[in-house]
């Protein structure tokens, strides 16, 4: 009888710290995985399929003046017109708060800082 008590108590402690090892219901997803998700299309490896002297490398970055998670961020918020487009369009899609969370945005500009470099 004892045995059963301290197996099963056992198996509730094995469950609650799975619990907190694999996080919250849902799940939260990493700077890699959201960027997997949303950026990696037209940025594959940190490149830019559509403009490729706007890669994602730190060389590039730095030329436009893009040095900190929040400047990347401000790049996703609004990726401005190009006046040297026909269409006056950069072609970079628009990610506002409802597409991506000011956390996520954040995640994602610090993975790729941290990762192109
Ligand atoms: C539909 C294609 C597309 C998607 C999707 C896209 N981008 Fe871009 N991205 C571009 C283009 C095109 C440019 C160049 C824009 C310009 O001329 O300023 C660019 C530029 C950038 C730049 C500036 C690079 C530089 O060297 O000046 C950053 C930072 C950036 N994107 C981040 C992201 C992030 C983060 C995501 C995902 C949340 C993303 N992009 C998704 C097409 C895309």
């Given at each position: 009888m004892q045995k059963l008590v301290l197996t099963g108590m056992l198996a509730a402690l094995l469950f609650l710290s799975a619990c907190v090892l694999y996080g919250k219901p849902g799940g939260e997803k990493s700077g890699k995985d959201l960027f997997a998700q949303n950026?990696?299309?037209?940025?594959p490896d940190g490149g830019n399929?559509?403009?490729?002297?706007?890669?994602?490398h730190g060389k590039d970055l730095e030329a436009n003046n893009i040095k900190t998670p929040r400047d990347i961020v401000k790049k996703m918020r609004n990726p401005g017109p190009d006046p040297t487009h026909p269409q006056d369009w950069a072609g970079m899609r628009m990610f506002d708060e409802k597409a991506i969370s000011d956390d996520d945005a954040l995640k994602i500009a610090n993975y790729i800082l941290e990762t192109f470099k």
């Open positions: 950026c990696s299309g037209c940025h399929i559509l403009n490729p002297r706007k890669t994602l």
